[in-house]
Each structure stands twice: as structure tokens, then as C-alpha cells.
């Protein structure tokens, strides 16, 4: 019942550079993993949780079904007009951008808490470092009536006119904090104007949601992606996304929010990016940071589709010279705000990490996933909820693989200061038990409490070096096991790897991969120095091959406009004969899918949307 349905845009590749028309293609699924079926769907094994994984009927996912009369008249004699989404769907783009990531902030209600709640944090945080730079007096804090506990540390050590004249402060230094303030407050502003923008385009998709797709917050909640995904693909019957009427299903989607990221992670994976600073002691320390990744956006990839539209900027594959120019104009704004930056990180990281490493000593010993290893990780037309989920399944064997490595000698020595520092603090407590008074008392310039704590942190974290060294060796974990489960969860296993887990080689690239977190924040303080060298010197000289890799690798697909040819899971589909091969290489530009990453991307997004249906 219904309107009939509309016919999906045909996923034709239009050429640019090396992309050519593809020719027709048999449908062809990796035969490791299962066939396409006769419907079209891939029998993959499924990542979402059990309850969820069901080939069910495009939009009659986990969502409430609409009913027949709720579907939009279209019928009405006196409303010849069609219907559409409304003025939120002019930029397609950016409307399903903002539908994500309301998807992912969970409805407008938790959008609007989550911006005023991370403004109030920025307030915070520019008034907590002005605080501690400008009215705590740190020389005062040695001062003898504080250790006689013969004055009051708010008139010794607090000076609330910080920009009064005298108070021991260089005019030098009031300027600057001057200066940081002020920059603060702009940054402040930008984000509140930021997050009204937000709100604003939160309300329309809230709306277009209700009234379209029939989804509300209360349901949105508990909803998979893949449900709303189907939902946006069965609305489209009534009320089309794309001008010409087409169908617009997941992997349009997915592509049009994932149209820049997929190109970053074709430049990655490409190694068209050079990450190493060409700095004498920062070479080996080659890292993806969270402010390189902000530059490459505004330098590359939100100027290669600066129009707002679907296309390509004209002229933006064949201009190295200005995308080069970009990367020295960046480079200089980010050495001005390379001091800033710096006391917002190292004070940011304080705020976050203090409590947390008091109370859990331990958990400076931790690891994580890189960031430029999440981008090495991450499947073509993957979404972020989709990623992060996959590589927190996969942290408790990665975990386990590194602990295998773990140095007997530093286990020991770790387990021989444990003994020694418990036996202290035990003997404390038990002075506590007999007279709570002591400790209060001063032992070699030091409150017995002030003891207890320090042995405290450093018996945990003593404990975390050593991990269980109980275990025989037999019980220990094999090394080759622990990688093929990481494996099985990031789907990256290069064929140098293969049978050597054990091996100290295999080890320390992995470790590239899953790093402490200590060590990712201190790359975060090197990337202020590092990032303005990259993008004054590095990143110019790279500017030619970035621009050739988009003109090789860019595809023209009807419907979602110019994508990452890398990304467009046709090549993936293509026959197993001798056309369907060269399809694949006309598509891919001559050469095949790296690692077979874009077989592993086709699959992966079967399993995450069960009701996707891929064209023959």
C-alpha cells in the first residue's frame, strides 16, 4: 500500500582522473565470508548485540512502525505541491550530518544539556587557569606562618587584584595572561555561536524526524543506527531526499556523511600524509593528533568541497600552489596560539586526570587506541559509533597481548616495592588504630597522613607494573592467540604478523597501535611545536601528491555526487570474471584494494545494517 516506490540511484561511476565509467558488473561477495544472497543481502556475521541482528523488511527495524494514515497525503487537491523535508534538507550533506549526530547525542533534549553543559566547562576551565596563574600567589605558599598555622592562606596566598600595580608580577607577564584571557573569551564565543548553530539545525532535524520518519527521542534512545538508517530509507517512498525522486539507501548515506573522512582515510591509508615532524628529536615520533587532524580539515578536505555541494571544488585537484599556501598561512596561526594552546591542554589534562590518578593510580599505566590508529582501523563508509565500539571490543585482547610482553625483571623489582611499600603502610595504620592523633604528627617535616598516601599511589601503581606473576608459565597467555583475537575485532592483520605475535618486532608495531595514554597526551604537548614544523614544511612539499590523489581517486556516484573511489563498495561487488575484474581496476584506478580493505569495508557494513540490500 502506499506510493510506489521510487527506484534507487544507480551507483555509476563517473570518471575523474583514473575513475572511469565502470562497466556491468555480476555481483561477487568475498567467498570467505558468505555469498550475497539471492535478495542482495551479505550472510555476514552480525556486530551489533544479539536481539538486534535481523534480516528484517526495510524500516520495520526496532523503530515504531508508522500507520497508513500517518503517511503525508499526497493526494490533496488543494496542496498540489509535493512534499519535502523542509528547509533543513537544503544542504543533504549537512542534514544527514546533523541527523547523526543527533542520533548520537541521543534527541534535542540531550543535544541542548550536552552544549550548555560543555560551555559551562570551557567558562570553567578559562576561569580556573586565570585563577591559578593570576591570583594564586605561589612564592606565599612557603610562607613560615602557613607551616606555624599562624595565618589564614586566603590573605597570604590569594591576591584578587591581580593587575594592580606591584604584587611582584612583570608587566610581561600580566600582558600575556591579558592576552589569554582575551583569547579565551573570543574562543568562548566562537563555541557558544557554534553550539547555537547546533541547536538551531537540532530543532529542524528533531522536526523532520517526527513528521517524515515518524521517529521521537523517546524512541531514538534505544534505537540501533541501522534502524534509523531503514526508517530515512522507506520515508523516502512518500517524501524523496534527492531532487529526481531517487532513493537515497544506507550506503548513500553513510557515504554522504563520510564523503571527507573517507578521503582521509584513503590520504592515510595511502601514505600521502607525512606525519613525522622534520624536527631533529621529533622524527621517530610520527603521530596523528588531535590538532593536526583539526588543520588537515580546514586545510584540505573542508576546502575540496568548499562550496557546501556534493562536487569537488573546481580546481582544487589541479592547484597544489594554494593548497600549499593553506598549510604555511596555518602554520603560522597555530605558532601564535601554540602558548595558549599549550596551558589549555596541560591545564584541560589536569582537570580530567588528577582525581582519577589519585584514587586509581593504576590507571597511569593505561592504554589506548591511538588516534591515528583509529584511522588506520577504520573501515571505508564506517561511522564513528561503529568504530569505537569494535576497538573497545577489541582493547581487552589487545590488553592482554601487551601484557604478555611485560619485562620478568621489572615485574619483580615492581612486586619486591609493592611488599616493602604495603608493609610501610600497614605499619601506619596500625600507629592510626592504637592513637588517630599521630597521625597529624610530623615525621621528618611530613604528616604521617601525607606517608600514607604517597606509599598508597605508589603500592598501586607497583601493582599494576607487576600483574599476576603467579601464574605458571603455562597459564600465561600466547602471544599468536591474543593477536588473531585483537584481529577478529579491528580486522587488521598484515601478513608479516601472521604466525609472529611472539616476536619483539610484531610487538613494538603494535604498540605504535595500543599506547599508553600518557604517552598519546605527552604527543598532544609535542604536536604544538610539531604541528606548526609539519604544516610550514612537511605538508607544502606533500601538496602536489595530495592534489594528484584526489584527481586519481575521485568518483562521481549519481545520487551522493563525488566520493573517494576507494570507498564505493562496487568495486568490491565486481564479477569474478574477466569484466568484473577490469571494473575493479577502472574504478580503483589501476590498483587493487589495499590489504583488502575495501572487501573488509563491504562486509563490515552488511553486518551493521542488516536491511541494507546491495544492487546487483
Known amino acids: 500500500s502506499g506510493a510506489p516506490r521510487a527506484a534507487r540511484p544507480a551507483w555509476r561511476i563517473g570518471g575523474r582522473g583514473r575513475a572511469r565509467r565502470a562497466g556491468a558488473n555480476a555481483s561477487r561477495g568475498a567467498r570467505s565470508r558468505g555469498r550475497l544472497r539471492a535478495a542482495g543481502r551479505v550472510s555476514v556475521p552480525c556486530r551489533v548485540p544479539e536481539g538486534e541482528c535481523r534480516r528484517e523488511e526495510r524500516g520495520a527495524d526496532s523503530l515504531p512502525s508508522r500507520s497508513e494514515g500517518d503517511a503525508p497525503d499526497l493526494h490533496h487537491h488543494h496542496a498540489p505541491s509535493p512534499p519535502s523535508w523542509g528547509p533543513a534538507a537544503a544542504d543533504l550533506d549537512a542534514f544527514l550530518t546533523r541527523v547523526y549526530r543527533y542520533y548520537e547525542e541521543g534527541?534535542?533534549?540531550?543535544?541542548?544539556?550536552?552544549?550548555?553543559?560543555?560551555?559551562?566547562?570551557?567558562?570553567?576551565?578559562?576561569?580556573?587557569?586565570?585563577?591559578?596563574?593570576?591570583?594564586?600567589?605561589?612564592?606565599?605558599?612557603?610562607?613560615?606562618?602557613?607551616?606555624?598555622?599562624?595565618?589564614?592562606?586566603?590573605?597570604?596566598?590569594?591576591?584578587?587584584?591581580?593587575?594592580?600595580?606591584?604584587?611582584?608580577?612583570?608587566?610581561?607577564?600580566?600582558?600575556?595572561?591579558?592576552?589569554?584571557?582575551?583569547?579565551?573569551?573570543?574562543?568562548?564565543?566562537?563555541?557558544?555561536?557554534a553550539a547555537v548553530v547546533d541547536v538551531v539545525g537540532a530543532v529542524g532535524v528533531a522536526g523532520a524526524l517526527r513528521d517524515r520518519v515518524g521517529v521521537s527521542d523517546a524512541a531514538l534512545a534505544t534505537a540501533p543506527w541501522s534502524a534509523l538508517a531503514a526508517r530515512l530509507v522507506a520515508a523516502q517512498s512518500h517524501v524523496p531526499l534527492l531532487p529526481n525522486g531517487a532513493i537515497l539507501d544506507e550506503e548513500g548515506i553513510a557515504a554522504r556523511i563520510m564523503r571527507r573522512d573517507n578521503f582521509l582515510i584513503g590520504l592515510l591509508g595511502a601514505g600521502a600524509l607525512p606525519l613525522a615532524p622534520p624536527l631533529p628529536l621529533l622524527r621517530t615520533r610520527p603521530a596523528l593528533t588531535a590538532s593536526l587532524e583539526w588543520n588537515l580539515r580546514a586545510c584540505v578536505l573542508d576546502p575540496a568541497f568548499g562550496g557546501g555541494g556534493d562536487a569537488l571544488a573546481p580546481g582544487f585537484a589541479g592547484d597544489p600552489a594554494a593548497l600549499a599556501a593553506r598549510f604555511r598561512a596555518a602554520a603560522l596561526a597555530n605558532a601564535l596560539a601554540a602558548p595558549f594552546i599549550l596551558v589549555f591542554l596541560v591545564a584541560l589534562f589536569f582537570m580530567r586526570h588528577a582525581e582519577r590518578f589519585y584514587h586509581h593510580p593504576s590507571s597511569a599505566g593505561a592504554r589506548d587506541w591511538a588516534r591515528g590508529a583509529a584511522w588506520r582501523l577504520r573501515e571505508f563508509n564506517e561511522l564513528p559509533h561503529y568504530l569505537h565500539s569494535r576497538l573497545a571490543d577489541a582493547s581487552p585482547a589487545a590488553s592482554r597481548y601487551v601484557a604478555s610482553f611485560r619485562s620478568p625483571l621489572a615485574s619483580t623489582a615492581a612486586r619486591l616495592v609493592a611488599f616493602v611499600a604495603g608493609s610501610a603502610v600497614a605499619a601506619l595504620l596500625l600507629v592510626a588504630l592504637v592513637e588517630d592523633r599521630l597521625l597529624e604528627r610530623s615525621l621528618y617535616g611530613r604528616h604521617l597522613v601525607w606517608y600514607i598516601a604517597t606509599l598508597g599511589i605508589l603500592l598501586t601503581a607497583c601493582r599494576g607494573v607487576a600483574g599476576d606473576g603467579a601464574r605458571p608459565p603455562a597459564a600465561r597467555p600466547d602471544p599468536n592467540v591474543a593477536l588473531l583475537a585483537v584481529a577478529a575485532h579491528t580486522?587488521?592483520?598484515?601478513?608479516?604478523?601472521?604466525?609472529?605475535?611472539?616476536?619483539?618486532?610484531?610487538?613494538?608495531?603494535?604498540?605504535?597501535?595500543?599506547?599508553?595514554?600518557?604517552?598519546?597526551?605527552?604527543?598532544?604537548?609535542?604536536?604544538?611545536?610539531?604541528?606548526?614544523?609539519?604544516?610550514?614544511?612537511?605538508?607544502?612539499?606533500?601538496?602536489?601528491?595530495?592534489?594528484?590523489?584526489?584527481?586519481?581517486?575521485?568518483?562521481?556516484?549519481?545520487?551522493v555526487g563525488d566520493v573517494c573511489s576507494l570507498s564505493v563498495f562496487r568495486a568490491a561487488r565486481a564479477g569474478a570474471g574477466g569484466a568484473g575484474k577490469r571494473a575493479d581496476r577502472a574504478l580503483l584506478g589501476g590498483r587493487r584494494s589495499r590489504h583488502g580493505k575495501l572487501e573488509a569495508s563491504l562486509l563490515a557494513f552488511a553486518g551493521d545494517y542488516p536491511s541494507w540490500a546491495p544492487d546487483a
Open 107 to 193: 534527541g534535542l533534549a540531550a543535544l541542548v544539556a550536552a552544549r550548555v553543559a560543555n560551555l559551562a566547562a570551557l567558562a570553567f576551565s578559562a576561569a580556573f587557569c586565570a585563577f591559578l596563574l593570576l591570583v594564586v600567589r605561589w612564592t606565599a605558599l612557603s610562607s613560615p606562618c602557613l607551616r606555624d598555622d599562624t595565618c589564614d592562606l586566603a590573605d597570604v596566598a590569594l591576591d584578587w587584584r591581580p593587575f594592580a600595580r606591584g604584587g611582584g608580577r612583570s608587566a610581561a607577564f600580566k600582558a600575556a595572561a591579558g592576552l589569554y584571557l582575551a583569547t579565551a573569551a573570543a574562543y568562548w564565543c566562537v563555541a557558544a555561536a
Open 491 to 559: 580486522h587488521h592483520l598484515p601478513r608479516h604478523w601472521r604466525g609472529r605475535g611472539h616476536t619483539r618486532e610484531v610487538a613494538a608495531e603494535f604498540g605504535g597501535l595500543f599506547r599508553y595514554r600518557a604517552a598519546m597526551f605527552l604527543d598532544e604537548l609535542l604536536s604544538v611545536v610539531a604541528t606548526p614544523a609539519l604544516l610550514a614544511w612537511s605538508l607544502p612539499a606533500a601538496a602536489p601528491g595530495i592534489c594528484a590523489f584526489f584527481g586519481d581517486h575521485t568518483a562521481r556516484v549519481d545520487g
